[in-house]
């Protein structure tokens, strides 16, 4: 096996990749509010939302952050994935699908 050049930077590979869409992540690993709000094909304020109790967003189950630093927090990203398994399939289907009929509807009254 050949040795990684002098000059590797696992930095500039994970951007790469993160570019490319095909970042890899650790089930242990902490992630970052970012790479937690793509994951979950949100915005960070969701994120948030689905952690203030006092927010109509709020979700028990999400996954509480953990201190990485002194000013920084993280997510263990195998309980991200668990509770994207969580998610119940047949209300993103709802969802989509009443997208498409508002897409739908709104195209129609463009054309009358």
């Not at 050949?2 to 570019?19: F, G, K, Q, V």
């Not at 979950?40 to 967003?57: A, M, P």
């Not at 969802?95 to 509807?105: E, H």
């Amino acid at each position: 096996m050949s040795a990684l050049p002098t000059d590797y930077d696992p930095r500039a590979l994970l951007d790469a990749l993160d570019d490319m869409g095909l970042l890899i992540v650790h089930p242990k690993q902490l992630v970052s509010r970012e790479t937690v709000a793509r994951l979950l094909g949100c915005c960070e304020n969701t994120v948030d939302n689905r952690l203030d109790d006092k927010h109509k967003g709020f979700d028990c189950r999400f996954p509480q952050k953990r201190q990485k630093g002194e000013n920084s927090v993280g997510w263990v990203a195998g309980e991200v994935f668990d509770y994207i398994d969580s998610l119940p399939a047949a209300k993103a289907a709802t969802r989509q699908r009443k997208r498409s009929l508002t897409r739908r509807a709104l195209s129609k009254d463009e054309f009358q």
